[in-house]
Nanobody, 126 residues
Framework: QVQLVESGGGSVQAGGSLRLSCAAS????????MGWFRQAPGKQREAVAV???????SYADSTIGRWTISRDDAKNTVFLEMNGLEPEDTAMYYC????????????????????RGQGTQVTVSS
């Protein structure tokens, strides 16, 4: 049974940083497309970062240069380092996993993952 458990969310002021973690069980993160996506009330779901099995990464335009996705294979965990947070980044953040071989940019565009966690809330105040 696949389980993805996110942690690390919280409330920060604009310009601050957070590090989200996604602990996986029931799958091996290095064998999947692992990604982070977010959803704010009244807004469309948006993928922000994806890491492929080979380690290549893809990002939404809004996060390039600010955020970094990485993984620790030994801990079977994926991370999202978020710097330069802005009020517009306020949302529930979810971890996703998928094995469909569509490429990182496909998942960035579609924000559609077979497996997802319960989410962690990020709130950025101005």
């Amino acid at each position: 049974q696949v389980q993805l458990v996110e942690s690390g969310g919280g409330s920060v002021q604009a310009g601050g940083s957070l590090r989200l973690s996604c602990a996986a069980s029931g799958l091996t993160v290095s064998a999947y497309y692992m990604g982070w996506f977010r959803q704010a009330p009244g807004k469309q779901r948006e993928a922000v970062a994806v890491i492929e099995s080979g380690g290549w990464t893809s990002y939404a335009d809004s996060t390039i240069g600010r955020w970094t996705i990485s993984r620790d294979d030994a801990k079977n965990t994926v991370f999202l380092e978020m710097n330069g947070l802005e009020p517009e980044d306020t949302a529930m953040y979810y971890c996703g996993a998928d094995r469909r071989p569509y490429g990182g940019n496909w998942f960035i565009t579609r924000a559609d993952f077979t497996y997802r966690g319960q989410g962690t809330q990020v709130t950025v105040s101005s």
